[in-house]
C-alpha cells in the first residue's frame, strides 16, 4: 500500500472514500505563517464504507472538536476558523466540505502539521528548501485498476500553494505531466487529479524553495 501523508490530510482517504483537497501555505519572514485548509469526500461513498464496518476507516476530522484533539498533539499550531457544510458534487451527488484555518508559529510547526510521521517533511534554514514527499511508492502496474481509480476519483484533485516572503521555485520529482504547475514567483502552486496522482507509475516529490 502507498503511503500518504498529508500530505497527510491530503489523502488520508484515498482507499476508502473519493476526495478532493486543496492546502494555501502562508510562511513569514520569521517562519511563522497560515494554513487554509479544504477538503471535499463524497458523503455516498463515506456512508457505504461505515455501512460496511471498515474497521481501517481513516481518522480524518469531521468537525471542529476532532481538530481540536488533532492539534493539540502537534505544539505550535493553532485553529482559527471552522466550516462544513453539503455542497452538491461534479457528478451530481453530494460532498461534505471543510473549510479550516490555522496558525503556525514556525515551519518546525508546519513540517510537523503536514507529516506526522516526522520522514516525508524537512526544511533546509540554511539554503530555504522544503521537500514534502506526497506519493513514497509507485501505484501497482494494473491497467483495470488503474482505470478504476481514474473513474472513482474524476473530478477530485488535490492542490496546494505556497506564498513566501521572497520569489520561490517549486520542481515536482520526477515531472508529471498531468500535473498543473505555477513554478515561479512568490506565490507557486501545484494541482492534479486525484486520479492521476493515486495512479503515478513512480513516487512524487516536491520541493520548494526561496
Known amino acids: 500500500m502507498k503511503k500518504i501523508t498529508f500530505l497527510c490530510l491530503l489523502s488520508l482517504a484515498l482507499l476508502n472514500s473519493c476526495i478532493g483537497a486543496s492546502a494555501d501555505i502562508v510562511i513569514h519572514a520569521d517562519g511563522s505563517g497560515k494554513i487554509f485548509l479544504e477538503y471535499r469526500v463524497s458523503q455516498m461513498l463515506e456512508s457505504m464504507g ?24 502537534t505544539p505550535g499550531i493553532t485553529l482559527s476558523s471552522f466550516s462544513a457544510k453539503e455542497t452538491r458534487s461534479a457528478a451530481g451527488g453530494k460532498d461534505l466540505v471543510t ?52 473513474d472513482v476519483f474524476s473530478g477530485y ?19 508529471v505531466a498531468a500535473a498543473k504547475l505555477v513554478t515561479q514567483g512568490k506565490k507557486v502552486s501545484f494541482s492534479i487529479g486525484m486520479g492521476d496522482l493515486v495512479t503515478l507509475a513512480e513516487g512524487l516529490m516536491l520541493e520548494v524553495s526561496w
Open 99 to 150: 473549510r479550516v484555518a490555522l496558525k503556525f508559529q514556525n515551519t518546525a510547526s508546519l513540517l510537523a502539521f503536514l507529516d506526522y510521521t516526522g520522514s516525508s517533511a524537512s526544511f533546509n534554514p540554511d539554503t530555504r528548501v522544503m521537500r514534502l514527499v506526497l506519493l513514497d511508492t509507485a501505484a501497482d502496474a494494473d491497467a483495470d485498476l488503474n482505470s478504476l481509480l481514474r
Open 157 to 175: 484533485t488535490m492542490d496546494m500553494s505556497f506564498t513566501v516572503p521572497k520569489n520561490a521555485s517549486l520542481t515536482l520529482f520526477p515531472p
Open 50 to 73: 461505515r455501512l460496511d464496518g471498515n474497521a481501517r476507516w481513516p481518522a480524518i476530522p469531521v468537525g471542529k472538536a476532532d481538530f481540536e484533539r488533532s492539534l493539540a498533539r
